[in-house]
């Protein structure tokens, strides 16, 4: 089997059991948004590496699908409840769940998928195949993964009205919004295949990695990349005043003139065109747009290195394709 027929299994067998999850008829504004949100796609890649981590470690990869079927629920759970925090009226393009039915439907909807994904490791509980202190340390680690991922949510929140986020904020934000889950899901893979302490924190410590580079690689691309292809005009961060990786380098780089233009339009309502480019400029002389790049790169190199210390399969080989999909992707 080639990497890529091992990737088409694989995804081929995570949307089986996603599409296998038995949903009760009743009660139908319950179930309903909940199967809806695991139906409107996904390029499932966090099921996807609890599973790489599996074999990269020796295990049987049948063993990771109920750890991977909770991940994989858990982060649609949480991207019903970001879009109602968000005001986001779609998700991959279809209406959001709060949207086609309500907030108190899409809460409650959340609420369960909460609790299905976490029933979902009760699999490791009732097999023999699986220790007591195995099935404690998935379900640990799920549940790490849980408040650290709504810890960078809630930093998230507080830096919308903070003008001093330093760097070292930023990414504490970002390691929980973004890599937590990815972390999480390498980390449950690898203990769902019994491996042993020191791989499992490397394949935690991967996960970090890949979570920020991803999302430094996104600030990035928001800034430099083919707006047709990235979907979204450059400095669309800028224009909506978020804080990212750029413009809080820029912030901390720039003279007091270079500033006061940064903080005057990311805090402006309705920055003009002029504005936003200005802002842009300011980032390629201060060398921010380089040296972001540097650090992205550098960044996925740490995530190779700790993959290349595993031994060799199909499972290293697929991850590592991955990981130089993602480095090189422009959108």
């Given at each position: 089997?080639?990497?890529?027929?091992?990737?088409?299994?694989?995804?081929?067998?995570?949307?089986?059991?996603?599409?296998?999850?038995?949903?009760?008829?009743?009660?139908?504004?319950?179930?309903?948004?909940?199967?809806?949100?695991?139906g409107?796609?996904?390029?499932?890649?966090?099921?996807?590496?609890?599973?790489?981590?599996?074999?990269m470690?020796?295990?049987?990869?049948?063993?990771?699908?109920?750890?991977?079927?909770?991940?994989?629920?858990?982060?649609?759970?949480?991207?019903?409840?970001?879009?109602?925090?968000?005001?986001?009226?779609?998700?991959?393009?279809?209406?959001?769940?709060?949207?086609?039915w309500?907030?108190?439907?899409?809460?409650?909807?959340g609420?369960?998928?909460?609790?299905?994904?976490?029933?979902?490791?009760?699999?490791?509980?009732?097999?023999?195949s699986?220790?007591?202190?195995?099935?404690?340390?998935?379900?640990?680690?799920?549940?790490?993964?849980?408040?650290?991922?709504c810890?960078?949510?809630?930093?998230?929140?507080?830096?919308?009205?903070?003008?001093?986020?330093?760097?070292?904020?930023?990414?504490?934000?970002?390691?929980?919004?973004?890599?937590?889950?990815?972390?999480?899901?390498?980390?449950?893979?690898?203990?769902?295949?019994?491996?042993?302490?020191?791989?499992?924190?490397?394949?935690?410590?991967?996960?970090?990695?890949?979570?920020?580079?991803?999302?430094?690689?996104?600030?990035?691309?928001?800034?430099t990349?083919?707006?047709?292809?990235?979907?979204?005009?450059?400095?669309?961060?800028?224009?909506?005043?978020?804080?990212t990786?750029?413009?809080?380098?820029?912030?901390?780089?720039?003279?007091?003139?270079?500033?006061?233009?940064?903080?005057?339009?990311?805090?402006?309502?309705?920055?003009?065109?002029?504005?936003?480019?200005?802002?842009?400029?300011i980032?390629?002389?201060?060398?921010?747009?380089?040296?972001?790049?540097?650090?992205?790169?550098?960044?996925?190199?740490?995530?190779?290195?700790?993959?290349?210390?595993?031994?060799?399969?199909?499972?290293?080989?697929?991850?590592?394709?991955?990981?130089?999909?993602?480095?090189?992707?422009?959108?």
């Amino acid at each position: 089997m080639s990497e890529t027929d091992l990737r088409t299994h694989l995804l081929a067998a995570i949307e089986s059991g996603i599409t296998g999850l038995n949903f009760p008829e009743k009660p139908t504004t319950l179930y309903q948004p909940y199967e809806y949100a695991l139906g409107v796609g996904g390029k499932r890649i966090r099921p996807l590496l609890t599973v790489l981590a599996n074999g990269m470690c020796g295990g049987n990869e049948d063993d990771a699908f109920p750890a991977a079927m909770a991940v994989e629920i858990l982060h649609n759970f949480t991207l019903v409840h970001d879009d109602i925090m968000d005001s986001a009226d779609t998700r991959r393009g279809k209406p959001s769940v709060f949207k086609k039915w309500d907030e108190n439907v899409a809460i409650l909807s959340g609420d369960v998928m909460f609790a299905d994904a976490l029933q979902q490791l009760n699999y490791y509980g009732e097999s023999e195949s699986f220790s007591k202190e195995e099935y404690y340390s998935l379900n640990q680690t799920f549940l790490k993964a849980i408040v650290t991922v709504c810890e960078g949510q809630a930093l998230d929140m507080e830096f919308v009205d903070r003008a001093d986020v330093s760097l070292g904020e930023y990414l504490t934000m970002i390691s929980g919004k973004t890599a937590a889950l990815l972390s999480g899901a390498l980390a449950m893979g690898s203990i769902t295949a019994h491996a042993d302490t020191d791989s499992i924190n490397k394949l935690h410590e991967l996960g970090l990695n890949m979570g920020l580079a991803f999302q430094i690689q996104d600030d990035l691309l928001d800034a430099t990349a083919d707006p047709e292809k990235f979907g979204k005009r450059p400095g669309g961060d800028i224009f909506e005043g978020k804080k990212t990786y750029l413009t809080i380098l820029a912030l901390d780089r720039g003279n007091e003139q270079q500033k006061t233009l940064i903080q005057n339009t990311l805090d402006s309502d309705q920055p003009s065109e002029e504005s936003v480019t200005e802002v842009l400029q300011i980032m390629e002389v201060l060398d921010v747009l380089k040296d972001v790049s540097k650090e992205v790169s550098n960044r996925y190199s740490s995530c190779l290195q700790l993959v290349s210390e595993f031994q060799n399969s199909k499972y290293k080989k697929e991850l590592e394709n991955l990981l130089i999909f993602l480095q090189n992707r422009d959108h």
